[in-house]
């Protein structure tokens, strides 16, 4: 029994778990129920583990792929980093698209060196690979990815002439069954058609020329121009052999066309593990700093595209940004970069924030289905402590490192302050 303020004896309150998890959402969640991968402790204290994979044939999640948000200095790339480290131990193969350089330590404790791509390194990969696709599936790849290519350098959409030219040069290339097409033979062929091919489209020669000279000069600057020797060319002796693989393109992060470059990489990176995935393997894919890939719209179709083929290529895909407003400078409220960019996130089962500002909450209240209660959480986290929406469940969890992965993780070392291992 229990006293009103007027002294009368009213019955004892009773209530629902429901009503109990309402107001203690984090407490009341219960546990995913899979083993394996340990990412820290919940707000009850119990072990965390998530595995995209395992979460998935569990039923648990519709789609293996993860979005991470958070600002700098709040554990988000230590998060990243071991994580993949700890997937790795599982028999996990590890990629990573790499726009600042902050994945050496990581690679090399995975035992392989990072591929560091710039112009004129010596070093090139082709994104136009695809070498052990069925014969369609790798055309669609490749086509799907020069109109990326083409569209983002031109700005715009390609007209149905251009789209034509891309296919008739791309299949020009294919003839050669000896090697794959290659970026540069690509522009070669749309630049100098041969009569044959204006021909079959019921074109003539100068008509084919003029229908593809812009898009063949745009992409001509990867092949031949400032940003020539990185992604024109068949790929470089024994790369992509290795189990894990990183791509350094630190040297070209500032370059106006990191949206372009970067989406060439994650060409060739999703070439490689779906041949893995082929085979049977399950990969990770990183795409840090995504906000420079969704910030074009042509590029973040193309990224969104491989998005939804991830179940199909035993694939997870992780994009890593700042904040909620990173997907919403992609583009003005309602157009097609915004909704590119909220589709990413929709198609990410797995979203993991970090503390964000106040500002960013109305905006993840959409994003994440988090109720007023759970988001009022966000701005008062603490480094390492991260709000998970893991398919319709939401967890509060501290990540835990170990002492080894401290050193391997750091990335506030060039500020001179350690990485802090958790205990």
């Given at each position: 029994?229990?006293?009103?303020?007027?002294?009368?004896?009213?019955?004892?309150?009773?209530?629902?778990?429901?009503?109990?998890?309402?107001?203690?959402p984090?407490?009341?969640?219960g546990?995913?129920?899979?083993?394996?991968?340990?990412?820290?402790?919940?707000?009850?204290?119990?072990?965390?583990?998530?595995?995209?994979?395992?979460?998935?044939?569990?039923?648990?999640?519709?789609?293996?792929?993860?979005?991470?948000?958070?600002?700098?200095?709040?554990?988000?790339?230590?998060?990243?980093?071991?994580?993949?480290?700890?997937?790795?131990?599982?028999?996990?193969?590890?990629?990573?698209?790499?726009?600042?350089?902050?994945?050496?330590?990581?690679?090399?404790a995975?035992?392989?060196?990072?591929?560091?791509?710039?112009?004129?390194?010596?070093?090139?990969?082709?994104?136009?690979?695809?070498?052990?696709?069925?014969?369609?599936?790798?055309?669609?790849?490749?086509?799907?990815?020069?109109?990326?290519?083409?569209?983002?350098?031109?700005?715009?959409?390609?007209?149905?002439?251009?789209?034509?030219?891309?296919?008739?040069?791309?299949?020009?290339?294919?003839?050669?069954?000896?090697?794959?097409?290659?970026?540069?033979?690509?522009?070669?062929a749309?630049?100098?058609?041969?009569?044959?091919?204006?021909?079959?489209?019921?074109?003539?020669?100068?008509?084919?020329?003029?229908?593809?000279?812009?898009v063949?000069?745009?992409?001509?600057?990867?092949?031949?121009?400032?940003?020539?020797?990185?992604?024109?060319?068949?790929?470089?002796?024994?790369?992509?052999?290795?189990?894990?693989?990183?791509?350094?393109?630190?040297?070209?992060?500032?370059?106006?066309?990191?949206?372009?470059?970067?989406?060439?990489?994650?060409?060739?990176?999703?070439?490689?593990?779906?041949a893995?995935?082929?085979?049977?393997?399950?990969?990770?894919?990183?795409?840090?700093?995504?906000?420079?890939?969704?910030?074009?719209?042509?590029?973040?179709?193309?990224?969104?595209?491989?998005?939804?083929?991830?179940?199909?290529?035993?694939?997870?895909?992780?994009?890593?940004?700042?904040?909620a407003?990173?997907?919403?400078?992609?583009?003005?409220?309602?157009?097609?970069?915004?909704?590119?960019?909220?589709?990413?996130?929709?198609?990410?089962?797995?979203?993991?924030?970090?503390?964000?500002?106040?500002?960013?909450?109305?905006?993840l209240?959409?994003?994440?289905?988090?109720?007023?209660?759970?988001?009022?959480?966000?701005?008062?986290?603490?480094?390492?402590?991260?709000?998970?929406?893991?398919?319709?469940?939401?967890?509060?969890?501290?990540?835990?490192?170990?002492?080894?992965?401290?050193?391997?993780?750091?990335?506030?070392?060039?500020?001179?302050?350690?990485?802090r291992?958790?205990?």
């Amino acid at each position: 029994m229990r006293r009103s303020p007027a002294g009368l004896r009213l019955p004892a309150h009773e209530a629902t778990t429901a009503h109990l998890g309402a107001i203690y959402p984090f407490s009341a969640s219960g546990r995913l129920g899979v083993g394996r991968v340990l990412v820290g402790r919940d707000v009850a204290g119990n072990p965390f583990c998530h595995d995209p994979f395992e979460l998935y044939r569990a039923g648990i999640v519709t789609n293996p792929n993860i979005t991470v948000l958070g600002q700098i200095g709040r554990g988000k790339s230590s998060l990243v980093k071991s994580y993949l480290l700890r997937q790795a131990a599982f028999g996990r193969r590890v990629a990573v698209l790499d726009p600042k350089g902050e994945y050496g330590p990581l690679a090399r404790a995975l035992g392989v060196e990072p591929i560091e791509l710039a112009p004129g390194r010596g070093r090139r990969v082709n994104p136009l690979e695809w070498a052990e696709a069925p014969p369609e599936e790798a055309r669609l790849g490749r086509l799907t990815l020069l109109g990326a290519l083409a569209e983002a350098s031109l700005r715009r959409r390609l007209s149905p002439g251009e789209r034509l030219c891309l296919e008739i040069a791309l299949d020009s290339c294919r003839r050669d069954e000896r090697r794959p097409p290659t970026l540069a033979r690509v522009v070669a062929a749309l630049l100098s058609p041969r009569a044959e091919e204006a021909a079959s489209a019921g074109l003539s020669e100068p008509e084919l020329v003029a229908e593809g000279r812009q898009v063949g000069l745009e992409l001509r600057r990867l092949a031949a121009g400032d940003l020539a020797g990185m992604f024109d060319g068949e790929t470089s002796g024994d790369l992509g052999t290795g189990r894990h693989l990183v791509v350094d393109l630190s040297q070209v992060y500032h370059s106006e066309a990191l949206p372009a470059l970067m989406v060439c990489a994650a060409s060739w990176l999703q070439a490689v593990t779906a041949a893995a995935g082929r085979e049977g393997s399950q990969s990770l894919l990183v795409v840090d700093e995504a906000w420079a890939v969704l910030s074009e719209v042509a590029v973040a179709r193309y990224l969104r595209s491989s998005w939804k083929l991830a179940r199909a290529r035993g694939l997870a895909n992780v994009a890593v940004c700042h904040r909620a407003s990173d997907l919403e400078a992609a583009g003005a409220g309602g157009s097609e970069e915004a909704r590119l960019a909220e589709g990413l996130l929709a198609d990410s089962e797995t979203v993991v924030c970090y503390a964000q500002p106040a500002s960013e909450l109305s905006l993840l209240a959409g994003l994440l289905g988090c109720s007023p209660e759970e988001l009022s959480y966000l701005p008062q986290l603490g480094r390492g402590v991260a709000l998970w929406r893991v398919g319709t469940r939401r967890f509060l969890v501290e990540h835990l490192l170990g002492p080894a992965e401290a050193a391997l993780v750091d990335t506030d070392g060039r500020l001179g302050g350690p990485a802090r291992a958790a205990t």
